[in-house]
Every structure is written in C-alpha cells, then in structure tokens.
C-alpha cells in the first residue's frame, strides 16, 4: 500500500514538472513586443533568472525591469536632476546605465564595487573611504540585502551632500510588516531558498521606509502605473525609493 502511494505522488509530481518545463520553453519564445525604456528597443525580450522570469531582459542593451523602472523615472520626474553637474557615486554599477546616467551631465560618475574588476574604485560600502559630503547622488540597486545594511545606509548618507539624494531598490514584500533575517541561515542554497538569492541575507518588508528614515532620510516612493508595466514589460509593484538628505 505504501509503494503504491510513493508511485502516486511520484507520479503526480514527474507530470506536473513536465508541464511546467513545456510552459517555461514556451515562454522563452514568447514574441510579445515591449519598449526599452533605457534604449529605446522595441521588440520581444528575452527571459531570465531561476525561476524563469518571461519577458524581463532587453536584447539590445541587457537591462531588466529595475533599470527601466529607473529610466522610466528618470524621464518622468527628474529621478537623475542631481547628477547633472553633480557627482554620482554608483554601487555595483550596471553597464547598461551609463549612458542614461551620463547623459543626465554628472561632473563626476564614479562606479564603485567590493570586486576591483567591476567598477572605477574599490569601495566598502559599510565603511567608505571618502569625504563628508562628498556626492549628490547615490544610486544603489539591489545591494543592501546582501550586507549590513544600517552601516551602509549610515555611511551613505554621511557621504551625500544637503539636498543630495539616494535611489534604493531592493527585494521586498509588501505583505510582510517585518525585514525577514535569520543569521542561523548561512549556506548559498539555505539562503536561496529563504531569501531568494544564495547571498542574500534578508528579504525586506514594510520596515524597509522606516530603516531608511532612522538615518535621517526623507522618503517618497515611485512605482509604475499598470499601462507602464505592459509597455515597458516591468515587475509588477516593484518601488523605486528615493531618499533625499534635508
């Protein structure tokens, strides 16, 4: 009895990861047209990340929903005002935002990374080897849930100037009231399974705004409308936040 039932949901669970294969194949050949709002492609993306995400990264300049959520803002309320004739301080600088970024007319465009292969500078983020007041902007996209974040923020905003600004954009769930965290969670594979990335090591939730504003930033919020998602092919309720220093 008991063998027979193992067969069963072996069974159920074989043809239910078939049908789940022929849905992702299908979909990375899904020919739906969408806009880039970073380069101007229009056309039929392709799809990325695990699980599989349809529709998410042009083909023409790479990008993903997050970096033409930030060109879409760029273009609808002045998100990147500060960088013109100002200084840019980029973290974990993706390729395909440079030229949105310098054609905002920064004095100065300084990607910054951990790994010296990947930027202008070798920057800790927790504890940055730069001036107070020193920058006008600051964009950081998807690089606070995999480190201190309460350093990084504290030393981000010693480092901006009054008036200066920071782009945040991080996993979040709006659901939840509370950042999930649990520092007994320390494999890739653990943590990718809790937090969705194997060196994530918190998924945010509503507290996100209320950790940015403990180190003294104001806080408003930009998110695409429901048109602007099909055309542009976004993540659905994805928040670009945008934190100013008074």
């Given at each position: ?49 695990t699980p599989t995400v349809p529709n998410s990264k042009c083909p023409s300049c790479g990008c993903s929903s997050r970096h033409r959520l930030i060109a879409l803002a760029a273009a609808e309320i002045g998100l990147l005002a500060e960088a013109k004739h ?161």
């Open positions: 009895m008991q063998e027979t039932e193992t067969l069963g949901w072996r069974w159920v669970l074989l043809k239910d990861r078939a049908r789940h294969l022929r849905k992702a194949v299908k979909s990375a050949f899904d020919t739906s047209r969408h806009e880039c709002a970073v380069c101007g492609f229009q056309g039929p993306f392709s799809p990325t990340s100002g200084n840019v301080l980029h973290f974990a600088a993706e390729r395909c935002l440079r030229p949105l970024i310098m054609r905002a007319g920064p004095t100065k465009y300084v990607r910054a990374d951990i790994d010296p292969t990947r930027g202008d500078r070798v920057l800790n983020i927790e504890a940055l080897d730069l001036p107070h007041e020193s920058y006008d902007l600051v964009i950081c996209s998807h690089v606070l849930e995999h480190i201190n974040d309460r350093k990084a923020l504290r030393e981000i905003f010693r480092v901006l100037r009054h008036n200066g600004k920071l782009i945040a954009l991080v996993p979040i769930v709006e659901g939840w009231k509370t950042t999930y965290e649990n520092d007994t969670i320390g494999t890739w594979k653990a943590r990718k399974v809790h937090f969705g990335g194997g060196t994530h090591i918190r998924y945010y939730g509503q507290d996100f705004r209320d950790r940015l504003k403990s180190v003294g930033f104001d806080v408003s919020e930009f998110c695409a409308t429901p048109d602007q998602v099909v055309r542009y092919s976004l993540m659905r309720g994805e928040r670009i936040f945008i934190c100013g220093k008074p």
